[in-house]
Antibody
Framework: QVQLVESGGGVVQPERSLRLSCAASGFSFSTYAMHWVRQAPGKGLEWVAVIWSDANTKFYLDSVKGRFTISRDNSKNTVYLQMNSLRAEDTAVYYC????????????WGQGTLVTVSS | DIQLTQSPSFLSASVGDTVTITCRAS??????LAWYQQKPGKAPNLLIYTASTLQSGVPSRFSGSGSGTDFTLTISSLQPEDFATYYC?????????FGGGTKVEIK
């Protein structure tokens, strides 16, 4: 079955960096786009970034453009989110999710990894 | 960016009720709308995509309809496990956006 395991979250000071990883299994990883979606504590869902299967096409939420970089390693079935210049408003649970059944919908989710930006 | 407005933001209902949640897009998005259910402390779960297509494994009491700017999620005969927060999401264009959520609670 599909498994997505996020890691790399933690407590980090403002303006510092963090790299999230998401290890995927149970589906043909290299075939599908992969997304990061976040949820601030007690708030709704917010899409962050996508990387298509070609690994070159990427889109970002405006508020993270220039600070976050999404990448993937199809040989390791892993997607990454490099987060630089972190801000308090980036505090959230970060989920990775593939689009398998339909483009740009999130049919499987990991358990999420919590990023807390605080001094 | 396409804004999605859900209503109501909160609703109280009883087991067996039929409930309807609406999602309005700030511009036409054809049928490119999905619905998710999220329970506390858990990741969301895809219920419906392309406005009305039921995701595999989702009970048939869930249904979706709409196109353009107005969409609805209907839950027929509400079950105890359906008490959760529901989100709509558009995939018409980037940035992908979600509605603010509708929390369904037990009356």
């Amino acid at each position: 079955q599909v498994q997505l395991v996020e890691s790399g979250g933690g407590v980090v000071q403002p303006e510092r960096s963090l790299r999230l990883s998401c290890a995927a299994s149970g589906f043909s990883f290299s075939t599908y786009a992969m997304h990061w979606v976040r949820q601030a504590p007690g708030k709704g869902l917010e899409w962050v970034a996508v990387i298509w299967s070609d690994a070159n096409t990427k889109f970002y939420l405006d508020s993270v453009k220039g600070r976050f970089t999404i990448s993937r390693d199809n040989s390791k079935n892993t997607v990454y989110l490099q987060m630089n210049s972190l801000r308090a408003e980036d505090t959230a649970v970060y989920y990775c999710a593939p689009s398998v059944v339909d483009p740009s919908v999130f049919d499987y989710w990991g358990q999420g990894t919590l990023v807390t930006v605080s001094s | 960016d396409i804004q999605l407005t859900q209503s109501p933001s909160f609703l109280s209902a009883s087991v067996g009720d039929t409930v309807t949640i609406t999602c309005r897009a700030s511009q036409g998005i054809s049928i490119y709308l999905a619905w998710y259910q999220q329970k506390p402390g858990k990741a969301p779960n895809l219920l419906i995509y392309t406005a009305s297509t039921l995701q595999s494994g989702v009970p048939s009491r869930f249904s979706g309809s709409g196109s353009g700017t107005d969409f609805t999620l209907t839950i027929s005969s509400l079950q105890p496990e359906d008490f959760a927060t529901y989100y709509c999401q558009q995939r018409h264009s980037y940035p992908l956006t979600f509605g603010g959520g509708t929390k369904v609670e037990i009356k």
